[in-house]
């Protein structure tokens, strides 16, 4: 019965007496947190800015011909 709005219901029922009633908020509030180690244009986004200023004053178009 997966898939269906009856599946659902019975997911939702058994998730809640297995988990308690707060396991949506839960699972919710942890989508907005940050996780792990900050790497990459992450950890220096004065690097990012100035990467991304100098990727977007190049263009790939040729002149402008009328």
């Known amino acids: ?3 269906t709005v ?3 219901a019975k997911a939702k029922k ?3 007496a297995r988990k308690g ?3 949506y908020a839960e699972i919710g509030a942890t989508g907005g947190r940050v996780k792990g180690v ?3 244009f992450a950890a220096n986004p004065a690097l ?3 990467a991304g200023r100098r ?3 190049v263009s790939r ?3 402008k011909t009328v």
Request: proline share 0%; no cysteine; aromatic share 4%.
């Open 1 to 3: 019965m997966s898939g």
């Open 6 to 8: 009856e599946g659902a």
């Open 14 to 16: 058994t998730i809640l």
């Open 21 to 23: 009633k707060n396991f």
């Open 38 to 40: 900050k790497k990459g």
């Open 48 to 50: 990012a800015a100035k």
């Open 55 to 57: 990727g977007g004053a």
């Open 61 to 63: 178009r040729g002149k």
